[in-house]
């Protein structure tokens, strides 16, 4: 997935870094503790936060996130955007919830899911 | 005099010793035979640069004829004679293996252009000709040679000491949220053009980070030392106060003292400390109410990776301490 999928999937709006739209997305991170998200071992992955302040972009450029996902519609702050654009990583403002965009990527990153039934319970009766 | 210009006198007066005539003088040299005309020598000098011919009888040196000699030939009407008729046969050589400040000697006593550079000492073998210019020209191109030396020298020991060590230093304020992540960004941009590896870059980010987060939620202030060593990188992160109570709480995931308002930014989440430590190949704190708060961090670059036994291959005695701490 890139970032690009991303943006169409949440119907969200691009902020700044259209230019990284072509980047891949490998893994998600959903936190508003930064702590948490700077103890995640991935990298290019979408960060999906309701914080708003320039540590997003700080804790994305450390990381080496793909781009942020700010949560209900939310405006970043000024230095987050420009930050954001300094380091090339894209911002995108979602209308939805962090759990109904949690719910609509985790469905779009396993795709197989509903097409391929799962062989589970093996030793079901 | 500077002490510089000192130096410079004394090492073109040594260059002036160590040059030899043979490496400073004309080897393609053109001869007139003694039964060759003032006219014929003054043509050719015309067309050539040069303002003076050895005479050459048989491959033995038997004269020099300068425009001098030419001007005094046309006003004793013999400029159509054979030079051997008037030519003086007093003639001051140097040979070649003298060096040019015995050349440059012969000039000042003589007051001659140039001279013709002899085989051996008392030889009239003829191997070339020597001017003052073919000395200074050669004597600069040495000079030159030399800076280029020094100056290549210079930029080896100065890319030398640059991969040696590396060495940022953060000053940072207490409360300065907004600058939080500075030191920690300009670091990773640093040792990723240092060619660190992008995940131990990552690791030490994150250090720094959460280090440099700390210094500005929980002290009075401090700074933070970013040291890029050949097989290791050392974070130091150093503070004012009011230092940690209870050290092993503190390092507990999860605690923390920090307040609503921290963590309405997104932090003070007590996972700071134990990150660092997780981050850190070999991670070192100290903290008194006096003194203030003292991490270490340090992150092993590949060319030190732990050996079979576990500790790094090389450590000094000190840091093996450190590393024990964990
Ligand atoms: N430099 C410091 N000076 C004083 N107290 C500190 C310092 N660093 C950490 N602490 C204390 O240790 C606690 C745990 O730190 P940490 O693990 O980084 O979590 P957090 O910063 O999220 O609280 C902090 O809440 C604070 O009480
Ligand atoms: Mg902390």
Known sequence: MTVGDLV????????????????????????DLLSDVLAFEKQDYALLTGL????????????????????????????AVALAQASGIPIIMARCTMFEACALLSRLAEPHDDAVPRTSNPSGT | MTQFHER??????????????REAMTREVVTFPPTATYRDIQLCLKRSRFSGTPIVDEGHLVGIVSIDDIITAFDRGCIDEPIQLTMTRELVTVPQNYSV?????????????????????????????????????????????????????????????DQQRDHLHFEIAPDGFDRAGVAATLTKRRLLSRGVPAPLVRRVAVICYEAEMNIILHSLGGFMDVDLLPDRVEVTAADEGPGIADLE???????????????ALGFGAGMGLPNIKR???????????????ELQATVLLPSAVPTAAGVPASVSPSEKEVAHDR
């Open chain 1, 52 to 79: 708003t302040n320039a540590q997003i972009v700080r804790t994305a450029d450390i990381t080496g996130a793909s781009c942020i996902v700010i949560v209900r519609n939310k405006q970043p702050q000024p230095a």
């Open chain 2, 101 to 161: 400040i015995a050349a440059s000697n012969l000039f000042h006593k003589y007051g001659f252009g140039r001279l013709p550079v002899v085989s051996r000492p008392g030889s009239d073998d003829l191997v070339g000709i020597i001017t003052f210019s073919d000395i200074l020209s050669h004597l600069l191109l040495k000079i030159n040679r030399i800076a280029e030396r020094v100056e290549a020298h210079e930029r080896r020991l100065v890319a030398h000491l």
């Open chain 2, 8 to 21: 410079q006198i004394r090492l073109v007066h040594e260059l002036m010793y160590q040059i030899k005539v």
């Open chain 1, 8 to 31: 169409q999937a949440l119907e969200g709006e691009v902020v700044c870094g259209e230019e990284h739209l072509g980047r891949a997305v490998n893994a998600f991170a959903a936190s």
């Open chain 2, 279 to 293: 981050c850190a190949d070999q991670f070192h704190i100290t903290s008194s109410m006096e003194a203030g708060t």
């Open chain 2, 249 to 263: 709480k503190a390092m507990q995931p999860g605690f923390t003292t920090a307040n609503e308002k921290i963590r």
